[in-house]
């Protein structure tokens, strides 16, 4: 397997928690931690089921991976997200040092990495992970698209 076929496996893996957070009635984004190939933790968004702002699936799963490795700093770990990181998960990417984010959908209105403030490009921030963007960017965003026309 090719380095594209492993990125889009594990977008696949996102795509899957992306679901279920949908199917839970949360806003539909999937995140999977990865190091050396292996799944490390993978979360869905989950701010209504626990009632906490901050439980977006990107802080899911780097909280699960740092405390199944005991450790604050990810920098060997790679983060697959259906969606473009808001600034609130782009800033703890930085902090827990994760080295690629690969993620699907840009967003436009919410985006923190290559819309709205483009945080990466701050001189003053300590870590930019590499960025990979648009990998299963379509059905990420058609899974959001349904999502939010389904409610309206």
């Known amino acids: 397997m090719g380095p594209a076929e492993g990125v889009l496996s594990f977008m696949e893996h996102a795509l899957i928690e992306a679901r279920a957070a949908a199917a839970r ?19 869905g968004n989950e701010t209504i089921g626990q009632s906490d702002p ?8 780097i909280r699960r991976a740092a ?15 259906t969606l473009e990181p808001c600034a609130m998960c782009a800033g703890a990417l930085s902090h827990a040092r994760i080295r690629r984010l690969y993620f699907g959908a840009a967003d ?13 490009r701050w001189p003053t921030l300590h870590h930019r992970p590499e960025i990979y963007s648009g990998f299963c960017a379509a059905a990420s965003s058609d899974l959001l698209r349904g999502f939010f ?4």
């Open 25 to 43: 009635g949360e806003v539909p984004v999937g995140a999977i931690l990865v190091r050396g190939g292996e799944i490390l933790a993978a979360a």
């Open 54 to 61: 901050t439980a977006h699936a990107e802080m899911l799963a």
């Open 67 to 81: 405390a199944k490795l005991g450790a604050v700093r990810l920098d060997d770990c790679d983060l697959y997200v």
């Open 108 to 120: 436009e209105k919410g985006g923190a990495v290559e819309a709205g403030p483009q945080l990466y």
């Open 149 to 152: 026309e389904a409610r309206r």
